[in-house]
């Protein structure tokens, strides 16, 4: 799932935060930050024609990102057959996940660039965003237990969403009726998809939604905690946050006997084969986000991660049998279609944000 996709880069950042780069007298004081800003929003500022003819290395990244949303439902696949076909909990399923992220990552990083690659300028603010993440992965994995597939991704794709209103109380930032609107929209049809789950599932179904709060929490702290670090390096505390998290609360529920929480090792050989590989998937997917992130602007890749969706459905046909009915399909384009047009309300205010800043330092 894309749960993973958003961990380093997001749309968010292009854009400042307010609190302390808003504002005449932020400009004096804090130039430096300001010019860095207008870097950042040079691609908001393109003309019609730069974005009608992008260059090779932006469809580089973009035919990279699409590869990576193709890569993440084989891991969500993987997952979901561990919980339903060899006993695996939800909980270890997320901590072999990510325990195997942060192993894969080491020696990685080591051959790259050696000790420097591993220095962040917040550990103690990465490992919490790695603990939100941890959570998160418990909570999507449970769903995916009971869950169609791709009903858990086109639920959980209102995580950008979540992101603009969250905003509003962290950041302090403001948002306009229209996105507000969108995103009321997009939740009316994350509901319009969970009815046939909620029929039976009662609240469970609702754990989707669960998990894309805990994500977009870890996109607004991402925010704050990346300051110039290395993305691998962010990437590897957040796994090991996330590991660690995982297992504590593993640990602590053992006495409760919660089924999603449970301690199980398989014996077939198959289910060994099939850990490795979702470490190994996970791991390569993070790797092609961060190689698409380099080479294009956010603002370019953005409408393409909802290319996940196509897969998930897809790979939950192939794997599992299932196919969204009428209702769904519905659901789905709404939820896509409302994430659309809150990301188009966003660049339009990024690129007004911009002239801004640019009419106040000339």
């Not at 990552?105 to 000790?115: D, E, Q, S, T």
């Amino acid at each position: 799932m894309a749960i993973w996709v958003r961990l380093v880069v997001d749309r968010f950042s292009e854009r400042p935060i307010t609190k302390w780069n808003c504002g005449a007298h932020g400009v004096r004081r804090r130039r430096v930050a300001w010019n860095a800003c207008l870097r950042r929003r040079e691609s908001a500022m393109k003309s019609p024609a730069d974005s009608a003819n992008p260059s090779a290395e932006t469809l580089r990244g973009i035919a990279i990102l699409v590869a990576a949303t193709a890569v993440f439902p084989l891991l969500d696949a993987g997952g979901k057959i561990l919980i339903n076909s060899y006993g695996v909990s939800a909980g270890e399923v997320a901590l072999l996940r990510l325990l195997q992220q942060s192993l894969w990552m080491i020696p990685f990083m080591a051959m790259r660039g050696g000790a420097g690659m591993f220095r962040v300028s917040q550990p103690g603010l990465n490992l919490f965003r790695g603990a939100l993440l941890g959570g998160a992965g418990i909570l999507f994995f449970a769903a995916l237990g009971f869950m169609p597939l791709a009903d858990a991704v086109a639920v959980f794709m209102i995580a950008p969403m979540l992101q603009v209103l969250l905003a509003v109380p962290i950041l302090r930032e403001t948002i306009g009726w229209r996105r507000v609107l969108a995103i009321m929209i997009g939740f009316c049809g994350a509901l319009i998809i969970i009815r046939p789950s909620y029929a039976v599932f009662g609240p469970l179904s609702l754990l989707p939604l669960a998990t894309a709060f805990l994500v977009s929490l870890y996109i607004i702290l991402s925010r704050f905690a990346s300051r110039g670090d290395e993305p691998l390096a962010m990437m590897l505390y957040a796994g090991i946050g996330g590991s660690v998290t995982v297992a504590a609360i593993m640990i602590a529920a053992l006495p409760l006997d919660v089924e999603i929480l449970a301690w199980s090792w398989p014996e077939e050989t198959a289910a060994l084969w099939l850990i490795l590989g979702i470490g190994a998937v996970g791991t390569i997917a993070h790797l092609l986000i961060v190689e698409a992130y380099s080479r294009a602007p956010a603002a370019a890749l953005a409408p393409f991660s909802y290319a996940e969706l196509v897969f998930a459905i897809f790979a939950g046909y192939v794997f599992f049998g299932d196919w969204p009915d009428g209702l769904k399909w519905i659901g789905m384009a709404v939820v896509v279609g409302a994430g659309l047009v809150v990301y188009l309300l966003e660049r339009r205010s990024a690129k007004r944000f911009a002239r801004m800043v640019v009419a106040r330092t000339q």
